[in-house]
């Protein structure tokens, strides 16, 4: 919500807001002229001419309930993005993973082309501090979130589908459901689709819809080659219709980055910006927060944080932080009631590379528990599929700080992964008076 709200106050609208609790991002949205307030009061909704909310606050919030009361318009946050996009020629960047950095790229790349466009998306972007700009450009990228449909809900010109895999079960109730949501979202594109080509969905859904595939698979129309990783970044070749456009080189590392600046690279192509630009771009690129961002390092441990939430996730972060040749301890929050009981299982291979593996209960995100599912499946499985791993459960995050402190050692990696609050841990450790 906070990047939409900052993209409205560009725009020239007079915008409030309010958040549980004070936060980087409110701090952000006060210093460019929204009317900010912590905790939820009817008072809050004033003179508002209508009120949106994002999907995670119930309608027992008492700021809904007032602007019900009002019979002001109540919005959900797809139609108020819906609205946005409708304003701009518009990319939209979905899938299941990597679309936060991919649609960051994007954004970054038609920056260095003298584009100017405007852009929202999930993630802050590390090189200008910010998940949002309204710029005066003709186009707007946007980041689509498909945990609850909101991505059907905008209408881009074109679309780019990263890749596709189970989750969110909760809300579409089976796979292909969700398969075919993503169908529609890239169904009539009039600047046509971009999907990866190594991901078994997203190329059957881009191929019916006559779809630019990228990845390393052979019938890729962007084909990604000579993949080159070393402690300082990622680099690899681009090649289309068997001619070489040149080399990306990264900055950054991570198990799927050229994959994802390739995507990126490919829609700005799309667009109409140069290979040149993207290189330009790519070869600064800061990351985006919360994707393997290093928090510090104490004692001779390093700390590092990353969203990581699904098991493929998990995996590919694993695959990362191997390259760095630490004994490695990770620190996972299992995020979701719903997605830790339809997962649990395909975590079992997750962690493999980990020393030790700490697991603590499940980030809720607004869900209402469930009898019987806590994070201790995910540990089990682990346990049951690896026993050489050494494994805990610490369910309280109250006592996960110490619990961890006593397994670190010099020259060991502490890498925090989840989607919830676990990001908060490398500070706490950092600061802790003694460990």
């Not at 807001?17 to 912590?38: C, F, I, M, Q």
């Not at 649609?103 to 993630?123: C, K």
């Not at 990353?306 to 630490?326: I, K, M």
């Not at 079992?348 to 700490?358: H, I, L, Y």
Request: glycine residues 10%; hydrophobic residues 45%; negative net charge.
């Amino acid at each position: 919500m906070s990047a939409i709200a900052a993209v409205l106050a560009a725009m020239g609208h007079r915008v409030t807001g309010s958040d549980l609790k004070w936060s980087v991002a409110l701090e952000r949205l006060r210093a460019v002229g929204v009317e900010v307030h912590v905790g939820h009061d009817p008072a809050h909704v004033g003179d508002a001419d209508l009120v949106t909310a994002s999907s995670a606050v119930v309608e027992s919030n008492p700021e809904l309930v007032e602007a019900k009361r009002l019979g002001l318009p109540v919005l959900s946050r797809a139609s108020v993005l819906a609205a946005v996009c409708a304003c701009r020629r518009t990319v939209a960047v979905s899938g299941t993973h990597g679309k936060t950095t991919t649609t960051s790229m994007l954004a970054l790349t038609l920056v260095e082309a003298g584009l100017r466009p405007s852009f929202l998306i999930g993630g802050d972007v590390n090189e200008i501090g910010t998940n949002a700009v309204w710029d005066s450009g003709d186009w707007l990228v946007v980041e689509a979130d498909e945990s609850d449909g909101t991505f059907l809900e905008i209408d881009p010109e074109i679309a780019v589908v990263t890749n596709i895999e189970a989750d969110h079960l909760d809300h579409y109730g089976s796979f292909e459901a969700l398969v075919a949501a993503f169908d529609r979202f890239c169904a009539n594109r009039p600047g046509g689709v971009v999907a990866g080509a190594d991901d078994l969905r997203s190329a059957e859904i881009g191929r019916r819809h006559g779809a630019v595939l990228v990845g390393t698979a052979h019938d890729a129309t962007y084909r990604v080659a000579d993949i080159r990783r070393d402690v300082s970044g990622v680099s690899f070749g681009l090649v289309h219709d068997g001619t070489s456009l040149g080399r990306i080189d990264l900055p950054v590392t991570g198990a799927k980055i050229a994959q994802n600046a390739a995507m990126a690279t490919v829609a700005a192509l799309t667009i109409g910006a140069p290979v040149s630009a993207a290189a330009g771009a790519l070869a600064r690129f800061a990351g985006v927060a919360r994707r393997y961002e290093p928090r510090g390092e104490r004692n001779g441990v390093r700390f590092v944080d990353d969203y990581a939430h699904l098991p493929t996730e998990v995996q590919a972060v694993l695959e990362t932080a191997a390259g760095e040749g630490r004994r490695l301890v990770v620190v996972f929050q299992p995020h979701r009631y719903s997605r830790v009981a339809a997962l649990s299982a395909e975590f079992a291979d997750a962690f493999v590379g980990a020393d030790v593996v700490v697991v603590t209960d499940v980030f809720p995100a607004g869900e209402a528990p469930v009898p019987g599912v806590t994070g201790r499946l995910v540990s089990d499985a682990v346990t049951r599929a690896h026993p050489e791993i050494d494994v805990r459960y610490v369910a309280g995050r109250a006592e996960l700080g110490a619990a961890v402190a006593e397994l670190l050692r010099p020259g060991d990696l502490c890498l925090t992964l989840g989607a919830g609050d676990l990001t908060s841990l490398p500070e706490e450790l950092l600061g802790a008076a003694a460990w």
